[in-house]
């Protein structure tokens, strides 16, 4: 079972960059969404999706874009890397009212 | 709209000691609730999880926790602490139904001592 699996491990970037980081899940969930973790501040939510076509924004969406064609991919733009943007990202999906099943995080660093 | 203040980001207690970490939701609609636990370098592994129902809720490992309404808690405790419970751990929450958003607290590390 690959559950949620999310790619690159690692990342280096120089500003004003842009790049995709991937995410793609085999558990035919609806929902998918996309957080940043940096210490001290948990894990904050960039952007959501309900389903193929529906995407929202969370509690930090500038900077980065997303879009769901499919149930089972959802990746994360973002269009100018900026060193505010050095973080790790997880990708999570999970069923309507379930758990969340959390890739294993990118590391990326901006510089 | 929810929330989740986890209150204090450092814990420490001595081996085979209480472990109380704190959480409380704030909720526009009936919550549901989990407590995800992170050991470095590593993704998020669910502990537990309250949807509806019994509001005292068993997890792996040990641990569980208690949904009070009244107090818009759900604290997680465990008896006795072991060494491996070691790990950064992170409350919670979202809507019922098709609400898509899972917001998270800021984590709490728990220190294990000898």
């Known amino acids: 079972n690959a559950g949620v699996t999310q790619t690159p491990k690692f990342q280096v970037l120089k500003t004003g960059q842009s790049m995709t980081l991937q995410c793609a899940q085999d558990?035919?969930?609806?929902?998918m969404s996309w957080y940043r973790q940096d210490p001290g501040m948990g894990l904050r939510l960039i952007h959501y999706?309900?389903?193929?076509?529906?995407?929202d924004q969370g509690e930090v969406p500038n900077g980065y874009n997303v879009s769901r064609s499919t149930t089972e991919d959802f990746p994360l733009r973002l269009l100018s890397a900026a060193p505010s943007q050095t973080s790790v990202y997880f990708c999570?999906?999970?069923?309507?009212?379930?758990?969340?099943?959390f890739g294993q995080g990118t590391r990326l660093t901006v510089v | 709209a929810q929330s989740v203040t986890q209150l204090g980001s450092h814990v420490s207690v001595s081996e085979g000691a209480l472990v109380l970490l704190r959480c409380n939701y704030s909720?526009?609609?009936?919550?549901?609730l989990f407590w995800y636990v992170q050991y470095p370098n590593q993704g998020l592994q669910l502990l537990l999880k309250?949807?509806?129902?019994?509001?005292l809720v068993k997890g792996i490992n040990g641990f569980e926790a208690e949904f009070k309404k009244s107090e818009t808690s759900f604290h997680l405790t465990k008896p006795s602490a072991h060494m491996s419970d070691a790990a950064e751990y992170f409350c919670a929450v979202s809507g019922p139904g098709n609400t898509g958003k899972l917001i998270f607290g800021q984590g709490t590390t728990l220190q294990v001592k000898p």
């Open positions: 999706s309900v389903g193929a076509g529906i995407t």
């Open positions: 909720s526009s609609v009936p919550p549901y």
């Open positions: 999570a999906s999970r069923p309507p009212g379930g758990e969340a099943f």
């Open positions: 558990m035919n969930h609806e929902y």
């Open positions: 309250y949807t509806t129902g019994a509001t």
